[in-house]
C-alpha cells in the first residue's frame, strides 16, 4: 500500500465526527511506539516530520522508517510535513515523496499569507499532494517554534473564506487556544469553541486542524519530576475538550509533546531503578512501550478513530 493524502481520511473523520491523531515522529522508536499502536486498533494515521525533526534525522531516515511502518502495518498513513516555512521547504518534502504538507505563513501579513499558501498549493495540487495552511498564531515553544503570548492571535473568522478560497488549501490549521510546547495554561485552560463554530459556519464541510494539542499528560510530568526533571507548572490541553473538538469540524488533531514526556519520563524512571543499565535497547525498550500505550489512550478516548482505517 503506498502512502495516502489526507483527503478521503478527513472526508471519513469529518462526516464520522473523530479526527485523525497527527504525531510527530524523530526517531525508530517513536515511529514504532504509534504505528505499534495503531495496527492493533486499525486505525488510519498521520505521520509528521517538523523542520527540527528533518535537521535531527536526515530527511531519508525518516521517509524510510515511515515507508518501513506503511510495509509493517498495511494501515492508510500520510506523510505530512508540520510547519514548513517556506516555499522552498514544502517543495523539497514534495519532490521527496511526501504527500502532504503544512504551510506556515501565520507571522506574515494577511496578504502575503495568501501569496505564499497559494503558490504551495498550486505547486502541490499538480502532484497530487494535499497542502495545509494556517490563519491565527499559537503561543508556546516547540521544535523551532517560537511564539511570544503578546504575539499570539486567535484566528479571525471573518479572514478565512477568503483564505481558504483564494489559496485553494485542503484543510486550515485555526488558534482557538491551543498553544505549542508543556506549558500551554497559567490558569483555566480554555478553548475558543465559538470561534470553531463560526469557522465551521463559513466553511461547512471543510477539514479543520488543532495544532499545540497535547494534554500534558500528568502521570508522566510527575514522573519526570520524580526522577531528576524540573517541569513546575506545566499544563496541556484537557482530553474531553479535544474530544469535543473532534466531534464538531476538526479532523486533524497534533500531538508531539505528549511523544516526548512519555519517552522522557520513562528513560528517566528506568534510570533510577536500574543504574548500571548502558544498553540503550534497556531503556528505548520500555520508552517505546509507553509510547505505544499513550498512543492507544489518544487513538480510542480522545481521537475516536480506531476500527476508521
Known amino acids: 500500500m503506498p502512502l495516502v493524502t489526507t483527503t478521503e481520511m478527513f ?3 469529518y462526516d464520522g465526527g473523530y479526527a485523525i491523531g497527527a504525531f510527530n515522529v524523530n526517531n525508530m522508536e517513536i515511529v514504532q511506539g504509534i504505528t505499534g499502536a495503531a495496527k492493533e486498533l486499525n486505525a488510519p494515521l498521520i505521520l509528521q516530520v517538523s523542520k527540527g525533526a528533518r535537521n535531527y534525522a536526515n530527511p531519508i531516515y525518516l521517509t524510510k522508517l515511515v515507508e518501513a511502518a506503511l510495509e509493517d502495518t498495511g494501515l492508510p498513513i500520510c506523510l505530512h510535513l508540520d510547519h514548513g516555512d517556506s516555499f522552498e521547504t514544502c517543495k523539497s518534502c514534495i519532490d521527496s515523496g511526501f504527500t502532504s504538507v503544512m504551510i506556515d505563513g501565520s ?55 477568503e483564505f481558504a478560497t483564494k489559496t485553494g488549501v485542503d484543510s486550515l490549521a485555526i488558534a482557538i487556544g491551543t498553544s505549542h510546547g508543556a506549558f500551554k495554561f497559567k490558569g483555566e485552560p480554555v478553548l475558543r469553541f465559538d470561534i470553531l463554530e463560526k469557522v465551521t459556519e463559513i466553511l461547512p464541510g471543510f477539514p479543520i486542524v488543532l495544532h499545540g494539542a497535547s494534554s500534558v499528560i500528568p502521570e508522566f510530568v510527575d514522573m519526570i519530576n520524580e526522577y531528576g526533571g524540573s517541569m513546575p507548572g506545566a499544563q496541556g490541553v484537557p482530553e474531553n475538550l479535544l474530544r469535543q473538538a473532534a466531534q464538531s469540524a ?38 517505546r512501550d509507553a509510547i505505544k500505550a499513550m498512543v492507544a489512550h489518544k487513538i480510542v478516548d480522545v481521537l475516536g478513530c480506531d476500527n476508521k482505517a
Open 250 to 287: 476538526v479532523c486533524k488533531i497534533n500531538i508531539d509533546s505528549d511523544l516526548r514526556l512519555a519517552m522522557t519520563g520513562t528513560i528517566r524512571k528506568h534510570f533510577a531503578e536500574h543504574p548500571s543499565d548502558f544498553d540503550p535497547r534497556q531503556y528505548l525498550t520500555p520508552a
Open 107 to 161: 507571522h506574515l501579513s494577511f496578504e502575503e499569507n495568501i501569496a505564499v499558501t497559494k503558490r504551495v498549493v498550486e505547486y502541490a495540487h499538480d502532484r497530487g499532494v494535499v497542502v495545509e495552511g494556517e490563519l491565527g498564531r499559537l503561543a508556546g515553544v516547540e521544535d523551532e517554534i517560537q511564539v511570544s503570548h503578546e504575539d499570539s492571535s486567535y484566528t479571525r473568522p471573518e479572514e478565512v473564506y
Open 11 to 13: 472526508k471519513k473523520a
